[in-house]
């Protein structure tokens, strides 16, 4: 079973710039896709970001197409969330999962969360 522990997360001003780390423990992530997910309050968990097990694909939301950048790397087992033009909709809890099923975006096929990091955009 893998562990995963998020951080990186803080308060910044619209427009500014976050980079979010995920790293695994427990096993080395292998052939897991990874993923990033967000809850904002009274929310449900929405998916972002996911990168294949070798950075070959990446696939994001439309929300932060153009903004986030999904990148890992497999020697470090680290993923990481580089987050660009941040907007106050952007504020949620931010977390990462491990999946098999690489070009899904459903929260059901990830698991392994770790706790989260919080990241706040005040406008």
């Known amino acids: 079973q893998v562990q995963l522990v998020e951080s990186g997360g803080g308060s910044v001003q619209a427009g500014g710039s976050l980079r979010l780390s995920c790293v695994a423990s427990?096993?080395?992530?292998?052939?897991?896709?990874m993923g990033w997910f967000r809850q904002a309050p009274g929310k449900e968990r929405e998916f972002v970001a996911v990168?294949?097990?070798?950075?070959?694909?990446?696939y994001y939301s439309a929300s932060v197409k153009g903004r986030f950048t999904i990148s890992r790397d497999n020697s470090k087992n680290t993923v990481y969330l580089e987050m660009n033009s941040l907007k106050p909709e952007d504020t949620a809890l931010y977390y990462c999962g491990a999946t098999a099923m690489y070009g899904s975006t459903r929260r059901t096929d990830f698991g392994s969360w770790g706790q989260g990091t919080q990241v706040t955009v005040s406008s």
């Open positions: 427990g096993r080395t992530l292998g052939t897991d896709a």
């Open positions: 990168i294949s097990w070798n950075g070959s694909g990446r």
